[in-house]
Structures are given as C-alpha cells and as structure tokens.
C-alpha cells in the first residue's frame, strides 16, 4: 500500500468512525427521551365487549402540547361503533402526547355509542413515573369522580354522542375543569325537547315526564347524584310517562336521562326533596 493510499484509508476510517459515534449519540439521546415519556394507558371495553386501547403520554420538556402535534398524536382511523377516543380541537385520537405531567390537568373524551348499554373504562398501565398518581374519570353529568387508581369506571350509558361529558383528571377538583365544557353534557343539543316538562308529585312519589308531540321517548334512565343508576325504563314509545319512585330513590337529587329513537338525548337534575 502506498503513502497516497494509506492516508485516504485513515481518512475514510476516520470518518466512518466519527460518523458512527454522532449515530450512536443520537440513538442515544432519542433512547433516553423516549424513556423519559411518562405514558398513561386506558382501556375502554364497551356494550359488545369490545375493546379500544387509549394512550396519553407526557413529554419532557413539554416537547408536544395539548393541541395536535405532529408525531405524538395519533387519529383515531377506524368506524366502529361503540368508542371512546380522545378529544382533540374537536377530532377524534387514539394517541395523545401533551406536555409535562401536572395533577392540574385534565384531558377530554368523547364517547361515541350507537348500541346503549354497559361500558367500563380502566386504567391498565402507568409507566414511568418515580412517584404515585392519582388517576380519575369524572362525569360532569354525575358530577362524580372515579378513581381508576382503585377501581374501573362502570356504567350505562345510553346511545349518542357524549362530548364533554367524560375527562381523565389527576385530582378531585372540578372546578378546574372548564365550565363551558362540563355545563355542556348537561345543555340541548337541537329543539328536539323543545317544551319538555318535569314534575315530581310529592303526594304520589312519581316523576312525570311529558315532551312535544313530535318527540317519542325510547329511554328514561333515573341517576342519584352519586352516579348510581336507580331505574332504567326502554321501549317507551310515547310521549308522556309516569315513573313511580321510592323513598330511597328521592332522598336529595336525582338526574333523569331521557332518549329519544334517533338518539337524541336530554339531562336534567331534579330535587325531590
């Protein structure tokens, strides 16, 4: 080998060396950041039993915020229907990266139910956090929080569209919840209960329910306001019902949820007391 030769071969050999350290380097760094991602994993199995996986990961740095970013928040892509997805400026995720972890967060959902009945949202993973968190599911229709931590959140919900009825929260605090998002579960949707009544006769213990003549009801599902579903009547087909309730049932407040075929639906609080 000549001296010429020689000197571009340690040229090369140096640079491909170089080359391989920056690459190892920033193999590295990637590693590390993607170690220090602080992930949130939630499951959602819904009436027909089956189930989406939810993420929501904290980045360092605030490296993602909580509007869309690129390359941390995935689209929810598919059509089924029964789902829970993450809210985004008003579209549908299965991914979420935000910014650093703080308790004072909260995060909404949307559930999307075409078939009312039994859903359950869980908590199934926590990685990456050198302390204990508190997760929560609150329902700013119930105004009740569940936390996760220790329990799955169960309930029946009726079909529609519920957006900002449903947030992953990290305290027990709804006042730091907007009230502009919470009040909303609780508004109408369209005149479709345009002049609907509520009465409860105090002489009879029965909550009468009247809407237009135009709306048939097909659901009328009876809350405390503990969560706790106290009746649930289908099949109505009318306009007009009568519900006897007990002592029990009618000791502070109730929430009554009504639907309607086309899956329209009404919350309203009642005190009964």
């Known amino acids: 080998m000549n001296k010429i030769?020689?000197?571009?071969?340690?040229?090369?050999?140096?640079?491909?060396?170089?080359?391989?350290a920056k690459t190892a380097d920033n193999s590295s760094t990637a590693t590390a950041m993607v170690s220090e991602i602080q992930r949130v994993r939630v499951d959602f199995v819904n009436p027909l039993g089956y189930t989406r996986h939810l993420l929501l990961a904290f980045t360092p740095n605030n490296a993602a915020t909580d509007?869309?970013?690129?390359?941390?928040?995935?689209?929810n892509?598919?059509?089924?229907?029964?789902?829970?997805?993450?809210?985004?400026?008003?579209?549908?995720?299965v991914i979420q990266g935000v910014g650093a972890f703080e308790n004072t967060k909260y995060y909404p959902f949307g559930m999307f139910i075409a078939n009312s009945g039994n859903v359950k949202i869980s908590l199934t993973a926590l990685e990456n956090f050198n302390e204990a968190i508190d997760v929560f599911i609150y329902d700013s229709l119930l105004n009740t929080f569940t936390?996760?931590?220790?329990?799955?959140?169960?309930?029946?919900?009726?079909?529609?569209?519920?957006?900002?009825?449903?947030?992953i929260t990290f305290s027990e605090n709804s006042?730091?919840?907007?009230?502009?998002?919470?009040n909303n579960a609780l508004s109408l949707a369209d005149t479709t209960f345009e002049n609907t009544s509520f009465q409860y006769l105090?002489?009879?213990?029965?909550?009468?329910?009247?809407?237009?003549?135009?709306?048939?009801?097909?659901?009328?599902?009876?809350?405390?306001?503990?969560?706790?579903?106290?009746?649930?009547?289908?099949?109505?087909?009318?306009?007009?019902?009568?519900?006897?309730?007990?002592?029990?049932?009618?000791?502070?407040?109730?929430?009554?949820?009504?639907?309607?075929?086309?899956?329209?639906?009404?919350?309203?609080?009642?005190?009964?007391?």
């Open 5 to 20: 030769t020689y000197l571009c071969f340690l040229f090369v050999l140096c640079f491909s060396i170089k080359g391989q």
């Open 175 to 182: 006042s730091l919840i907007g009230a502009s998002e919470a």
């Open 147 to 167: 936390s996760l931590t220790d329990t799955d959140y169960t309930n029946l919900v009726t079909k529609g569209e519920h957006i900002n009825r449903f947030f």
């Open 202 to 273: 105090n002489s009879s213990k029965e909550l009468l329910i009247k809407t237009n003549s135009s709306t048939f009801l097909s659901d009328v599902i009876v809350y405390n306001t503990l969560g706790q579903r106290l009746l649930n009547l289908s099949h109505i087909n009318a306009n007009y019902v009568k519900i006897p309730l007990n002592d029990s049932q009618t000791r502070s407040s109730i929430i009554v949820s009504l639907l309607t075929e086309d899956g329209k639906q009404l919350n309203k609080q009642l005190i009964t007391r």
């Open 77 to 93: 892509i598919d059509t089924l229907p029964d789902d829970l997805n993450w809210m985004i400026e008003g579209d549908r995720y």
């Open 67 to 75: 509007g869309v970013d690129y390359g941390y928040d995935a689209r």
